[in-house]
């Protein structure tokens, strides 16, 4: 299975990159700058180096070609101002979906954050922040032509992972690691029955692959 993943270089991309390589996936991940290109090898991802603030839909579904799914894992990250809320946390997310639509890859998952609403009221940053999210989310929920499957994760934490989680419409406010994210979402990845699926993520105690079955089976 290839699977390429937009914002590559990010902490949860690099961790799901392991766990895909690890069992034979073959994996690409789309970066911003050259020298974060020897992290992706090391995780066992072939980097592809696109400005996702600046590319076109069709240079972006080039890249898709041939992709059995696609990942957005992208943020503008902390620190960093509305208007690059607005051109990653949305704008890239909404490029990426519609790429993936023109290059023909059914399979989507989209990495969001608990709360997010594109009728969140408010000026602070993290108010522009899950307005931005809940604006991508949207558009991707609007896409007849993806099978996609929307991840809305707690606060992350650096904490190592249990594998035990709580994955639900609706969780409910609470922590989660950033290796049991991307722990959910490989399974996601091969879970196609998600599709159509937004899901909270906590901590919890169910093992990953079972709550992903779970959801998978409701």
Same mark, same amino acid.
């Given at each position: 299975?290839? /699977?390429?993943?937009?914002?590559?270089?990010?902490?949860?991309?690099?961790?799901?990159?392991?766990?895909?390589?690890?069992?034979?996936?073959?994996?690409?991940? /789309?970066?911003?700058?050259? @020298?974060?290109?020897?992290?992706?090898?090391?995780?066992?991802?072939?980097?592809?180096?696109?400005?996702?603030?600046?590319?076109?839909?069709?240079?972006?579904?080039?890249?898709?070609?041939?992709?059995?799914?696609?990942? =957005?894992?992208?943020?503008?990250? +902390?620190?960093?101002?509305?208007?690059?809320?607005?051109?990653?946390?949305?704008?890239?997310?909404?490029? =990426?979906?519609?790429?993936?639509?023109?290059?023909?890859?059914?399979? =989507?998952?989209?990495?969001?954050?608990?709360?997010?609403?594109?009728?969140?009221?408010?000026?602070?940053? =993290?108010?522009?922040?899950?307005?931005?999210?809940?604006?991508?989310?949207?558009?991707?929920?609007?896409?007849?032509?993806?099978?996609?499957?929307?991840?809305?994760?707690?606060?992350? &934490?650096?904490? +190592?992972?249990?594998?035990?989680?709580?994955?639900?419409?609706? &969780?409910?406010?609470?922590?989660?690691?950033?290796?049991?994210?991307?722990?959910?979402?490989? @399974?996601?990845?091969?879970? +196609?029955?998600?599709?159509?699926? &937004?899901? @909270?993520? /906590?901590?919890?105690? &169910? +093992?990953?692959?079972?709550?992903?079955?779970?959801?998978?089976?409701?």
């Amino acid at each position: 299975m290839r /699977i390429v993943i937009a914002g590559g270089h990010g902490q949860i991309a690099l961790r799901l990159e392991k766990l895909l390589s690890a069992r034979g996936d073959e994996v690409a991940g /789309i970066i911003r700058k050259p @020298e974060q290109g020897d992290d992706l090898r090391a995780a066992g991802a072939e980097p592809v180096l696109l400005d996702l603030e600046s590319a076109t839909v069709e240079g972006v579904a080039a890249h898709l070609q041939g992709a059995d799914v696609a990942v =957005f894992a992208a943020g503008a990250g +902390p620190g960093s101002g509305a208007a690059r809320k607005d051109t990653v946390d949305k704008g890239a997310a909404v490029l =990426f979906a519609d790429a993936a639509v023109r290059a023909g890859v059914r399979r =989507f998952l989209l990495v969001s954050s608990m709360g997010a609403d594109p009728r969140h009221e408010g000026d602070e940053i =993290f108010d522009v922040y899950l307005r931005a999210k809940g604006e991508a989310d949207a558009h991707v929920q609007r896409q007849e032509a993806l099978d996609w499957t929307v991840l809305r994760p707690g606060s992350l &934490t650096d904490t +190592p992972g249990t594998g035990l989680v709580r994955l639900e419409a609706h &969780t409910g406010r609470g922590a989660v690691s950033r290796d049991d994210v991307a722990a959910v979402l490989a @399974e996601l990845v091969d879970t +196609p029955a998600t599709a159509g699926l &937004t899901l @909270e993520l /906590i901590g919890g105690s &169910t +093992p990953a692959s079972v709550a992903v079955k779970s959801v998978a089976g409701n």
